[in-house]
């Protein structure tokens, strides 16, 4: 199939259901979820489709992204692995933020386990440097018996709920007005409240719709751009979750410029011209 008749179906099939998703596209039409992607921002160039997260809606949609609970089941194997690498690098007693978003919420699933075995691990060491004659420095002050504090600040509903019984994080949450399709706070609220706080970050996990070396780190929904800027700032270390559909989509919203990006995690099925192409922009790129 040629791909302007491929692109005429796959217009058709977003008429009549209203969202389609690339996984599904590619598999329906037998190619890789590249030319889909490839397909989708044509059709979304030409005005006749809204790009969405993995996906397309019709162009009347009354919003560019798809619902929450359509995309948290999406690249579920993807998103587990690059929440796995995100767990890993948070140490105990950080400050740290948390984007709302899918991606960010599977980053949950491992954070308790990677935090107790660092702690555990920072006690031994103390008491490995207590038993070898350091009574005067081998005080743990790293953590104690209850382990170091960790603090999460974040606006997204879906993060707090995952967090609500560890005894060992503290949650701050930025309110505001929710907005369904992402279960995020935004609006003037919640950027007044961040500004309030004066918040500084030791590491900044983020998400967006799309990240590209030509133009940084989109997103489709504007009210959740004002936070996403305001945390990449404050942060010593922003570093992005994003599964593969996400590398090179470029989306309506400018966030930041590729060099505010200190990391990004992703996985191998990641387009490898534009992982190159952010490597060359000086992003340490983590492919798990």
Not at 104 to 133: F, I, K, Q, V
Not at 170 to 180: M, S
């Amino acid at each position: 199939m040629y791909s302007a008749q491929r692109r005429q179906e796959i217009l058709k099939l977003i008429q009549q259901t209203g969202l389609v998703s690339v996984d599904d596209l590619a598999a329906r039409f037998a190619v890789s979820p590249s030319t889909i992607r490839r397909d989708l921002n044509e059709l979304h160039r030409l005005g006749v489709v809204q790009r969405t997260y993995g996906g397309a809606l019709t162009p009347d949609s009354p919003s560019s992204e798809a619902p929450f609970n359509v995309r948290v089941t999406s690249r579920h194997e993807e998103k587990d692995r690059i929440g796995k690498a995100a767990a890993e690098l948070v140490r105990p007693g950080e400050t740290i933020f948390i984007d709302g978003g899918t991606t960010t919420e599977y980053m949950l699933t491992h954070l308790p386990a990677a935090l107790a075995e660092r702690d555990n691990g920072l006690a031994s060491t103390a008491s490995t440097g207590s038993a070898t004659g350091s009574a005067s420095t081998g005080s743990a002050s790293t953590g104690s018996a209850g382990g170091s504090r960790t603090t999460v600040v974040t606006y997204g509903l879906n993060i707090v709920q995952r967090l609500i019984d560890q005894e060992n994080i503290t949650v701050v949450l930025i309110g505001g007005i929710l907005h369904t399709p992402t279960l995020t706070f935004g609006g003037v609220f919640a950027a007044d409240s961040f500004e309030g706080y004066n918040m500084r970050f030791d590491k900044a996990f983020m998400a967006a719709s799309g990240v590209s070396a030509e133009a940084g780190i989109t997103n489709a929904g504007f009210e959740e751009i004002p936070i996403k800027r305001r945390a990449m700032r404050s942060a010593r270390e922003s570093i992005m979750l994003a599964d593969s559909t996400k590398i090179g989509v470029i989306a309506a919203g400018v966030v930041a410029p590729t060099e505010q990006l200190t990391r990004l995690i992703t996985t191998t099925e990641a387009p490898p011209q534009e992982i190159d192409a952010l490597r060359r922009h000086g992003v340490l790129v983590d492919l798990v």
